[in-house]
């Protein structure tokens, strides 16, 4: 069975500090992967997407991909107590339609 | 531009009722997702549409239907509601139907069943 695997959390960050967010997945068919923020009791947002092995940086934001190692990251600089959230990977399903997704880790920016 | 709209926002219902839930997608997307969201947990496929088709469905039970009509706007019916559907009910759409494209989401449909 595909799988994503985000650790839980929370994980606490001090506000100014590098978050930095994991997930492993074990489809290695997986081409696409999407990195999204959830406020509770709200949606998820996209806040990324990469499709190639490497760094993609958005302003604070910097995913990264190492498919050999089947393992995707987000790195958020200069923390914000508005980036307390649980982020949620989520990675293409390779020979079919669907999104498999991770449980999420919940973060937390402490002032 | 208009986001993903999903109506009702909240759901009250009692066991054994059945709920139809409604999705209308971002100006151009053809694809509607549905998921299923309980506390702690990240989305749970149900059902992918695109072009009308059914695409994709989830390990969810056959009390669980949907359907996208032509102007790509979508509905999930859910019926014989038992406890354990109480959830947040999420809608996403993209641009077509393969799993390479960005879903965007609704704000969702809270249900509660009494």
């Given amino acids: 069975q595909k799988e994503v695997e985000q650790n839980s959390g929370p994980l606490s960050v001090p506000e100014g500090a590098i978050a930095s967010l994991n997930c492993t997945y074990s489809d290695r068919g997986s081409q696409s992967f999407f990195w999204y923020r959830q406020y509770s009791g709200k949606s998820p947002e996209l806040i990324m997407s990469i499709y190639s092995n490497g760094d993609k940086e958005d302003g604070r934001f910097t995913a990264q991909l190492n498919k050999a190692s089947q393992y995707v990251s987000l790195l958020i600089r200069d923390s914000q107590p508005s980036d307390s959230a649980t982020y949620l990977c989520a990675v293409s399903g390779g020979s079919n339609y669907q999104l498999i997704w991770g449980a999420g880790t919940k973060l937390i920016i402490k002032p | ?114």
Avoid at chain 2, 20 to 30: D, F, Q, Y
Avoid at chain 2, 91 to 113: E, K, V
């Fill in chain 2, 1 to 114: 531009d208009a986001g993903v709209t999903q109506s009702p926002t909240h759901l009250i219902k009692t066991r054994g009722q059945h709920v139809t839930l409604r999705c209308s997608p971002i100006s151009g997307h053809k694809s509607v997702s549905w998921y299923q969201q309980v506390l702690g947990q990240g989305p749970q496929f149900i059902f992918q549409y695109y072009e009308k088709e059914e695409r994709g469905r989830g390990n969810f039970p056959d009390r669980f239907s949907a359907r996208q009509f032509p102007n790509y706007s979508s509905e999930l019916n859910v019926n014989a509601l038992l406890l354990g559907d109480s959830a947040l009910y999420l809608c996403a759409s993209s641009l077509q139907g393969d799993s390479n494209q960005p879903q965007h989401f609704g704000d969702g449909t809270r249900l509660s069943i009494l």
